[in-house]
């Protein structure tokens, strides 16, 4: 009997959780049936969206970044600016098994040791070969952000699209929008602007750690697109306006059409979408900025970034952007023909 109880509260779970992730499809299917109704007609079967382009795999896009070496005379130098336990950390086996993250991390404070090394020294020959050194290393460091961006797993995993859109509740968008100011401020960082605040391990794996089973951009991707879907297909429906009768036999009838569409689109459907949008154009910047890559580029990201990381000219946002404003002509078409203000 145990057993049989938990059975069905998993079940109830499942399918709870299932109807929470259909809530805008089953919005959309609720305003168009009422329209429907008003119209006389069978409301439109609302199909799935097609996939989304998925973030391509790590092997095609990681850089290898050439490895800067000096001789022990070199080596030495660094003991007057106290980078040689740092140094040393980084080369033993711990450290070269880091991740990309811990990675960038390391060059982004060797190189911050250098300048401020630089900036106390008296000895004019050590000044110049820490220059040489930064310089050196200076170009490289956009391809460590780079490394980080698309080889940390939970990294990845944040920028794979998702089938699901998001939840109702919104868990995950702050931490999303945590971490990924932080990779911001790390790519502007390692492209040589100075930081008013130095960004630590802790700190790092703080933000890093909001990303683990956080699947919010992915999901947030997946409800732009298929609120898009959903819209196209409403358009086309709603093309039936075009041929409705606004004349006194119709009045009535048009009046219940604004009314379903201001309680069934407007109150719920555009309210649902509107936060999406909101999350969206925050994180817009930052996902743009944050998948810059390096000089050397790689074909390979171009789609993704097309897609989703460029900002609000990303693809994903913009047709979701003209379906919505097509939608909304489609209204005021009907209630300026019908004589009809909103309600």
Excluded at 126 to 138: C, H, N, R, S, Y
Excluded at 260 to 277: F, P, T
Excluded at 290 to 301: F, I, N, R, V
Aim: hydrophobic letters at 40%; one cysteine or more; proline letters at 6%.
């Amino acid at each position: 009997m145990k057993g049989s109880i938990i059975a069905i509260t998993l079940a109830c779970l499942w399918l709870t959780g299932c109807n929470d992730r259909q809530a805008l499809k089953s919005a959309f299917d609720t305003y168009l049936a009422r329209v429907a109704n008003v119209l006389g007609t069978d409301p439109p079967a609302l199909g799935q969206p097609a996939p989304l382009p998925p973030l391509p795999a790590q092997r095609r896009l990681q850089l290898q970044q050439p490895r800067i070496s000096a001789g022990l005379l070199d080596t030495l130098k660094l003991g007057e600016c106290r980078l040689l336990a740092l140094v040393g950390e980084h080369n033993s086996p711990i450290g070269k098994s880091q991740s990309a993250g811990a990675v960038l991390l390391y060059h982004l404070r060797f190189q911050q040791g250098l300048q401020d090394c630089r900036a106390q020294q008296d000895d004019n020959a050590l000044q110049a070969w820490l220059t040489g050194l930064e310089q050196q290393k200076a170009p490289l460091l956009p391809g460590y952000h780079w490394n980080m961006m698309v080889a940390e797993p939970d990294i990845r995993a944040a920028l794979t699209p998702r089938q699901r859109p998001v939840p109702d509740d919104h868990r995950g968008f702050q931490a999303t929008f945590n971490a990924f100011s932080l990779f911001a401020r790390l790519r502007h960082q390692a492209a040589g602007t100075p930081q008013l605040t130095v960004i630590d391990s802790a700190g790092f794996n703080e933000r890093l750690g909001g990303l683990y089973n956080n699947d919010y951009l992915g999901e947030l991707y997946y409800s732009l697109h298929s609120a898009s879907h959903y819209l196209a297909q409403s358009i086309t429906f709603l093309g039936r306006l075009e041929q409705f009768n606004c004349g006194p036999a119709g009045k009535a009838d048009a009046e219940r059409l604004r009314n379903a569409m201001e309680h069934y689109y407007i109150k719920d459907i555009q309210a649902r979408l509107s936060r999406l949008d909101r999350h969206f154009v925050r994180l817009a910047p930052l996902l743009q900025q944050s998948l810059t890559p390096p000089s050397t580029g790689h074909d390979a990201m171009d789609e993704y970034r097309h897609w989703y990381a460029s900002g609000l000219d990303s693809l994903i946002y913009t047709r979701y952007r003209q379906l919505t404003l097509e939608h909304a002509r489609a209204w005021q078409d009907f209630l300026h023909r019908c004589n009809l203000s909103p309600g």
